[in-house]
């Protein structure tokens, strides 16, 4: 019987990972611990931190039982240095990686026997970079390039020799929800099935061909969504931008997934809320938050991906919030 591994994750915990940890562990390896995402200075017991805790919690409860991991939080301005000591008294074998948008400084790398593994929501080499998925359904490329990658992390981004990937199919990209479930069911396979071949010689990995290839990241400039996009080419990009539409100026939504029965196409009861975009496929309804304290109601939006009669006047501009981020975004 073959000796079990050991493994630290750099990754925030969710439903889309918890599935990865669950699987290593079923597959009798163990969790040295897990690294997560940290709070910023000041804000190390605020009411979102400690939220976001307890969903970690509930995560890795669901789909590890009582058998949670020791989570070490990282935080600005990430001391390499100093979680490097923590992990070197580990005595993991590996570091798995994902959605951490910073390079992994080498010194940390020769922390682990087997160096560190990255997981890329993307099939290498194209689409490198911090935003793949994003920018895959932006270029109406997702069914071309879309999967994950398990590669060697090297001193470059995302450049290192792949060992395996999985692609996504077309019904996959239906909608954000789909992508996650095709993300989880992939980053579980490579990293508790490929990832331990290669720890014990039996996987080398093959090069990434030279030549230029996109670079995938989300620039802070708007990103416009015109007539010619489809609900299909909208739908899996809208969850958790922020959207304003030209005309309306001061009208910055959060979008978000669908939460009701659609309205008819061609409706623009403004009043009620409901506010066909034009864009070949955006609608968006408000709805109202119960004020807090002195504060207004805040006006929260639903994004909806329908085909609606094309409206030349309207244009829906979405500002994507990762490069307002630092540290573990979906890379």
């Known amino acids: 019987m073959e000796k079990p591994l050991s493994a630290v994750f750099i990754t925030e915990v969710s439903s889309v990972t ?16 897990v690294v997560v995402p940290g709070p910023r200075a000041g804000k190390r017991f605020s009411f979102s931190v400690m939220r976001r805790r307890l969903r970690r919690r509930l995560a890795l409860r669901s789909h590890l039982g009582h058998a949670v991991p020791p989570l070490i939080e990282f935080s600005p301005p990430y001391d390499w240095d100093a979680l490097g000591r923590v992990l070197g008294m580990l005595g993991a074998d590996l570091l798995v990686c994902f959605g951490y948008g910073k390079l992994i400084p080498q010194t940390a790398l020769e922390l682990f026997p087997n ?10 080499p194209h689409y490198r970079g911090p935003n793949p998925i994003h920018r895959l359904v932006i270029d109406q490329m997702h069914e071309a390039h879309g999967g994950v990658t398990l590669h060697k992390m090297t001193s470059g981004f995302d450049e290192g020799d792949i060992l395996a990937q999985v692609g996504f199919e077309a019904e996959d990209w239906r909608s954000a929800a789909t992508v996650n479930r095709a993300l989880a069911d992939a ?28 670079w995938a990241r989300i620039e802070p400039g708007p990103l416009i969504v015109g007539t010619q996009s489809s609900s299909e080419h909208v739908r899996p990009a809208m969850p958790d931008r922020r959207v304003e539409c030209s005309g309306q100026r001061g ?6 997934p669908v939460g009701s029965a659609d309205p008819s196409p061609g409706t623009t009861q403004r009043r009620s809320g409901e506010m066909p975009m034009g864009t070949g496929g955006v609608r968006l309804r408000r709805r109202a938050r119960p004020p807090s304290g002195l504060q207004q109601a805040v006006p929260a939006v639903v994004a909806m991906a329908v085909e609606t009669p094309p409206d030349p006047a309207r244009t829906a501009i979405l500002r994507h919030p990762a490069f307002r981020r630092e540290g573990l975004n979906a890379s």
Request: with cysteine; charged share 20%; glycine share 12%.
């Open 18 to 33: 918890a599935p990865m940890l669950a699987r290593w562990a079923n597959r009798g390896h163990r969790i040295a611990a």
């Open 115 to 124: 160096g560190g593994l990255n997981l890329h929501p993307a099939l290498l």
């Open 187 to 214: 980053m579980a396979v490579l990293a508790a099935d490929i990832a331990p071949e290669f720890c014990r010689g039996r996987l080398a990995g093959s090069p990434q061909p030279d030549g230029a290839y996109l």
């Open 251 to 256: 009208d910055k939504w959060k979008a978000g």
